[in-house]
């Protein structure tokens, strides 16, 4: 036995034997590495256009589901706390209806001294009108006595004198009582402007504050910080659609989209044209394209969605597919 292991030959009969081996093993290792490719249905339906627009001229563009009255911040003019909250999201609220009431307290506060204020020169100027009305009456009467000698001189300067500085008293009561007014007039419309109310009738997309909070005027301090209320008419939505530069030229403004939500192409409805927006701007949103290039400027259009639709939302991306000029040949 020793010497049958004695007289093999390493690269003649060892070597072939590993390297059949090895081949075995590398086959075997591919069969059970090969990935799967078993086909399967996509998870996101690709969009598609339908109807007369299936084989027609057509412009695609993707689009964000907006208010018809865009999207509103709202904030606060004044700095303080919220005392209370009367906005909830997916609530409707009428136009001048109270969202919320920054701490008024100090204005109230101020209110009630200018209302005393003015209440104080009332009286001042009372006093002074009565007080230059019985000194002209004296006087009237030192006039009307023919004997020089019945009145002296001295009296008649002193009844001058008393109404002179009746007038001034009045008039300077009279210049209190309109500063102490401004100064109501000032604490009232402080007062208004902690009470943030609604600018138009529409539906509360988003709360971030809530009572006890302090905000800032003139909005949240940041650059990632939230609006406290957004705030927008979603009675019609309408769809901000993005047509590259290229192709805007092709675009039959006008007519109506066949408009989809994003990775729902069955479920598709008209939207109604609204307007074109006259300027041009940087493409914001992104297809992840392997050939889009980032610098592209598009052309927004907006259209209106349906009334009674429940497949939108605002923020939602959509699809949307519109007719193209019949004398031009708009991309596929």
């Keep these: 036995m020793t010497r049958r292991f004695a007289n093999l030959n390493f690269s003649r009969q060892i070597l072939p034997v590993i390297a059949f081996l090895g081949v075995v093993l590398a086959v075997i290792y591919i069969f059970v590495g090969l990935p799967d490719r078993q086909l399967e249905p996509p998870q ?4 598609r256009a339908t109807g007369a627009l299936a084989n027609g001229d057509r412009v695609a563009g993707a689009g964000v589901v907006e208010p018809s009255s865009e999207i509103i911040d709202i904030g606060t003019a004044l700095s303080g706390l919220v005392m209370s909250l009367n906005a909830e999201p997916g609530s409707y609220v009428a136009k001048g209806d109270l969202l919320f009431l920054v701490d008024d307290r100090a204005a109230r506060a101020r209110l009630r001294e200018a209302e005393a204020a003015i209440r104080e020169a009332q009286a001042a100027i009372a006093e002074a009108d009565t007080a230059q009305t019985t000194a002209q009456r004296q006087l009237a009467l030192y006039r009307q006595i023919d004997d020089p000698a019945a009145v002296s001189r001295t009296e008649v300067v002193r009844a001058e004198g008393e109404a002179a500085a009746a007038a001034s008293r009045a008039a300077l009561a009279r210049a209190r009582r309109e500063a102490a007014e401004a100064a ?3 604490a009232r419309v ?7 109310r609604a600018p138009i009738a529409g539906e509360i997309l988003a709360v971030n ?7 800032q005027a003139g909005g949240p301090q940041g650059g990632n910080a939230e609006p406290y209320i957004r705030l927008g008419e979603t009675r019609p939505l309408h769809i901000r ?3 590259d530069e290229d192709q805007a030229g092709d675009v039959a403004l006008g007519a109506n989209a066949i408009v989809s939500p994003r990775g729902a192409a069955e479920r598709q409805v008209t939207a109604r044209f609204v307007r ?15 050939a889009e290039r980032v610098d592209v400027r598009v052309m927004q259009i907006i259209y209106a969605l349906p ?7 605002v923020g939602q991306q959509v ?7 019949p004398r031009t040949g708009a991309r596929r």
């Design 319 to 325: 699809d949307a597919f519109i007719p193209a000029k």
């Design 209 to 215: 504050i809530r009572p006890g909070e302090f905000v």
């Design 190 to 196: 402080e007062l208004s402007r902690l009470a943030v």
């Design 184 to 186: 109501a007039a000032r």
């Design 307 to 313: 009334p009674g639709s429940d497949l939108f939302r």
């Design 241 to 243: 659609v993005d047509i």
């Design 44 to 47: 996101q339906i690709p969009p």
């Design 276 to 290: 074109a927006e006259p300027l041009v701007v940087p493409k914001r949103s992104l297809t992840n394209s392997a």
